[in-house]
């Protein structure tokens, strides 16, 4: 449903020394999703997480690459094509009081995609808003509550009312509990599993927060410093692990309980902003794994077992016989 | 060692006293890791700031005690106090960056303290910031000393504060979301640091966090907050174990777990805002246990184990 290939986000950058220098935010992004799906996309701050999704909803113009809907390329997509892709790609943020209109009643910020979007007329979109606001648990006398007088987790449930409202196929969400408290993050979590498996919609999850990936997502992929280093099947990448950044964000999740043992794969330093970063791979000088050999060839994602592929040149020499470049 | 009775403070807004912390008693042992866990506006930050006299000017406090090595620290008048802070208890707060000052380098801020609290010379002051800055992991102190917060990253600003947290030697030091607001990975190697540090220097930490994980991680003893009030007290195997109150119980299963699938369960409604806090217990409008008498009067301290206190009517029913 959504295919992304080859996607560039580049910033110039000022004061780097002399000549023209571009920091990489996202470099080089390849994903599909289909409907029904959850892809989390994790990282940490800066790793181009969600400069990939703003490029995927164009609310950030790509440098290069394709993204397709449903076959559409949106690139090529005339103003009116694009708003019918915009129909199906809608985005759910992290601080749902940022999102929302401050000085308009929910229901009007709900009613307000549908007929603006050409879903259905103003009369309908204002009938849906009470259909939409039960969906996300909401009762409908909320529709005439402004968002301050609301909760954090019903203000991110309107959030998510207005998001389906044109009735997307596609819901990205950016950091969409990181603002919640803890008790409240469980039932919003539990709220979008519900609301995937009714209607079948895909979701791009992007996140820091690896356990909150690990109950919603189907698949992940790992970026750091705009590149996805690994990608796979959700369950299998957290039991096992192939690129040493998966295996250190992987422990520094905290524990269960405690005195539960743990394995630490533990980095020396920070992430440095990818200002025209070489070919080879960019974790080097924190990886606990560091070889020579990992200087000595472009690291690329490649895949090693099926629907897996990571981008580690010590990982693919030791595993990956018979590896398929991609 | 730091011994907290009874502690209330409120909040005077318009000529209207908002209570905010209803009795908060709890006590950290010598040596050991202690988290006060809760929900953002519990008050655990407050307490924090009750402890250090730090206070905003609309809140203050009305009753209890504050005592480190069995000085009452609420008496003490301010000069004193301020020798307290620092050489006594020191704290480090979820904003690094925020808590330095931007327009002095790290060693202006380093070596300020260690000539005002330790009365050390210029150079030897240096020196020991140098020092410091070596013990709390940072590569290459000397270009460290010489740069502005700005010029250090997140992880860097917080391993600074640690060490000017560190300066005057202090007994007990109060680390509020120390690691919240940095990188998952960065976040790991604060948490060691922290450990190592306490271990070597034998320091008692009071560690405030909404992050169950965390208290897992690295603590000995747990106080959960809840509107105001210490709700469950215990070690943290026996919390982990068995946890008393249907609110810290809550609190476990609304966790996300790593490497399950399982969905969490969360707890119905919101914590409730300060001066809205229910009669009677003010868990039980979202209490699945709650009866009668949960409304009506707010429960006593009840001992279910040695050292480990529970607030709740009704905790035998839960814990079965």
Redesign the interface.
């Known amino acids: 449903m959504l295919r992304v290939e080859g996607l560039h986000k580049r910033y110039p950058v000022r004061g780097a020394g002399s000549g023209r220098h571009a920091l990489h935010a996202v470099d080089g992004l390849d994903l599909e999703i289909e409907a029904g799906e959850t892809v989390g996309l994790v990282g940490e701050s800066g790793s181009g997480k969600s400069t990939a999704g703003r490029c995927i909803l164009r609310l950030e113009e790509p440098t290069s690459g394709l993204i397709a809907v449903d076959g559409v390329r949106l690139a090529e997509a005339r103003e009116a094509e694009l708003r019918l892709l915009r129909r199906r790609m809608q985005m759910v943020y992290q601080d749902p009081l940022d999102s929302l209109n401050p000085r308009m009643p929910v229901g009007r910020q709900i009613a307000e995609p549908i007929w603006l979007l050409g879903v259905a007329s103003r009369p309908e979109a204002e009938r849906r808003v009470y259909g939409l606001l039960e969906l996300v648990g909401l009762p409908g006398e909320v529709a005439r509550r402004y968002p301050h007088e609301l909760s954090g987790g019903q203000q991110q449930r309107v959030a998510i009312a207005r998001a389906l409202a044109p009735e997307p196929r596609l819901l990205i969400l950016d950091e969409p509990t990181a603002s919640l408290d803890v008790s409240v993050q469980a039932q919003i979590v539990r709220l979008l599993v519900d609301i995937q498996s009714r209607h079948g919609l895909a979701y791009l999850l992007i996140s820091h927060d690896l356990s909150l990936v690990g109950v919603l997502a189907h698949r992940v992929a790992v970026m750091y410093c705009g590149q996805i280093v690994e990608i796979g099947n959700t369950d299998e990448v957290f039991a096992r692990p192939a690129h040493p950044y998966t295996q250190a964000l992987l422990s520094a999740t905290p524990r269960d309980a405690p005195g539960e043992q743990r394995s630490r794969v533990l980095l020396r330093g920070e992430p440095q902003a990818p200002i025209d970063p070489p070919d080879t791979c960019r974790l080097y000088a924190r990886c606990p794994c560091a070889a020579p050999a990992c200087l000595e060839r472009p690291a690329h994602l490649q895949t090693f077992a099926p629907g897996r592929a990571v981008r580690c040149v010590r990982f693919l020499d030791e595993h990956g016989r018979g590896v398929v470049s991609r | 060692m730091l011994d907290v009775r009874d502690l209330r403070v409120a909040f005077e807004t318009r000529g209207r006293t908002v209570p905010a912390l209803h009795g908060v008693s709890f006590a950290l042992r010598p040596g050991t890791v202690a988290g006060l866990v809760g ?2 506006g519990c008050g655990k930050t407050l307490t924090a700031l009750a402890i250090m006299r730090l206070l905003p000017a609309t809140a203050g406090i009305q009753a209890g005690d504050v005592h480190l090595n069995g000085r009452s620290l609420l008496d003490l008048p301010e000069r004193e106090m301020a020798r307290v802070r620092g050489a006594g208890i020191a704290m480090i707060f979820q904003q690094p960056r925020a808590s330095l000052n931007p327009v002095f380098p790290v060693a202006a801020q380093l070596t300020h303290v260690l000539r005002l609290h330790r009365g050390l010379a210029r150079r030897a002051a240096l020196a020991e910031a140098e020092a410091l800055l070596a013990r709390v992991g940072l ?1 290459g102190p000397t270009r460290i000393l010489r740069a502005y917060p700005h010029e250090l ?4 600003c917080q391993r600074v504060m640690i060490a000017l947290a560190l300066a005057c030697r202090p007994r007990v030091l109060v680390a509020d979301e120390p690691t919240t607001a940095l ?7 604060i948490v ?1 640091l922290l450990r190592a540090l306490q271990q070597e220097l034998g320091l008692t930490v009071l560690l405030i966090t ?5 208290v ?2 690295i ?1 000995d003893d747990v106080h959960v907050m809840y509107a105001g009030r210490i709700v469950e007290s215990a070690s ?2 026996a919390l ?1 174990r068995r946890a008393a109150h249907p609110y810290t119980r ?2 476990m ?16 409604g ?2 409730p805002p300060l001066g809205q806090t229910p009669p009677g217990c003010p868990f039980h409008p979202r209490c699945h246990l709650a009866g009668p008498e949960c409304a009506a009067a707010e429960p006593p301290p009840e001992v279910v184990a040695d050292g480990h206190i529970v607030r709740c009517h009704r905790w035998r029913a839960g814990v079965a």
């Open positions: 929900e953002s590569p990253s997140g992880g860097m990188d998952v990975t960065v976040q790991l190697q060691e909404h992050d169950l994980g965390l897992a991680e603590c943290v195997e982990f809550g609190l299963t609304a966790r996300v777990r790593a490497g399950g699938r399982a969905l969490p369960t969360g707890i119905p919101r914590v």
